[in-house]
């Protein structure tokens, strides 16, 4: 279904299921919705699952500007009002657990609880935040981008998929990655790339469970585990996994998720 936005901005949302709690999965850059497919198979026969592409993602429009923090926690709120969807679970992984945590501390008492997905609160090193990627590798990754988009995505796939046999999977990441304008990629890189949400964190009150891939390195384990220990929250490290263990490691992220919720 397309759900537009209060700017215009059309967004395509899918839910599958049903059950008494719905869990409304977001996906990280450069990504969509379509990310979750093993997580809708494996959820949705107890729950309805919801999978949002996010403005400038996957299905939805992609419009010139509009790629802030603020306005994809608006829209999340936008969906969740126009699905009717009480106190539901927010699954959020990388840039869409940012969003997640942004959505908590400016909407309290939503969402029945938060579930962090390879997540960090500052993706780029600083001086008393160690957990993260050094800013030259940032500045490189966002080069390659911005001068050979397909070299670009081809760097970060390697960066997320560290598990061996997972070809078929990086090359379905891969031609979603490659399918989002490079122009939206470059907006959201620079406007929520640098941010830092460490002064968020205080506010938020919902349980939170943290759930990462032990080979992480986009959103290192440090990082997850100082969510976890921030927010009172519990964390699940996945044996082997990188940063898409949801694909590569379905089965046993799938049993750590029940288990969390």
């Given amino acids: 279904m397309k759900i537009s936005m209060p700017d215009g901005c059309g967004l395509h949302v899918e839910s599958e299921g049903h059950g008494d709690t719905a869990i409304v999965f977001l996906h990280?850059?450069?990504?969509?919705?379509?990310?979750?497919?093993?997580q809708v198979s494996a959820m949705s026969a107890d729950h309805r699952v919801v999978t949002v592409d996010l403005r400038g993602f996957g299905q939805s429009d992609k419009p010139e500007t509009g790629y802030s923090?603020?306005?994809?926690?608006?829209?999340?709120?936008?969906?969740?009002?126009?699905?009717n969807l009480t106190r539901p679970i927010i699954a959020g992984w990388s840039m869409g657990g940012a969003i997640a945590l942004a959505f908590a501390a400016t909407f309290p008492g939503i969402a029945s609880r938060l579930v962090l997905i390879g997540t960090t609160p500052c993706l780029i090193q600083r001086p008393d935040w160690p957990h993260a990627v050094p800013p030259a590798a940032a500045e490189q990754l966002g080069q390659a981008l911005a001068t050979d988009y397909d070299a670009g995505v081809d760097g970060f796939c390697r960066m997320m998929f560290p598990e061996a046999n997972?070809?078929?999977d990086m090359n379905f990441v891969r031609q979603i990655m490659l399918a989002t304008p490079p122009r939206v990629t470059l907006a959201c890189m620079q406007n929520l790339g640098g941010s830092d949400l460490r002064p968020l964190l205080g506010s938020i009150r919902?349980?939170?469970?943290?759930?990462?891939?032990?080979?992480?390195?986009?959103?290192?384990?440090?990082?997850?585990?100082?969510?976890a220990?921030?927010?009172?929250?519990?964390?699940?490290?996945?044996?082997?996994?990188?940063?898409?263990?949801?694909?590569?490691?379905?089965?046993?992220?799938?049993?750590v998720l029940r288990a969390a919720l």
């Fill in 28 to 38: 990280g850059i450069m990504m969509s919705g379509a990310v979750f497919k093993r």
């Fill in 206 to 227: 919902e349980p939170v469970s943290v759930l990462c891939g032990a080979k992480d390195m986009v959103c290192p384990p440090a990082a997850s585990r100082f969510l």
């Fill in 69 to 83: 923090g603020e306005n994809f926690v608006a829209d999340l709120k936008g969906v969740i009002d126009h699905l």
């Fill in 166 to 168: 997972s070809d078929d």
């Fill in 229 to 255: 220990e921030t927010l009172g929250g519990k964390i699940a490290l996945i044996p082997g996994g990188g940063h898409c263990a949801f694909l590569t490691r379905a089965e046993e992220f799938n049993s």
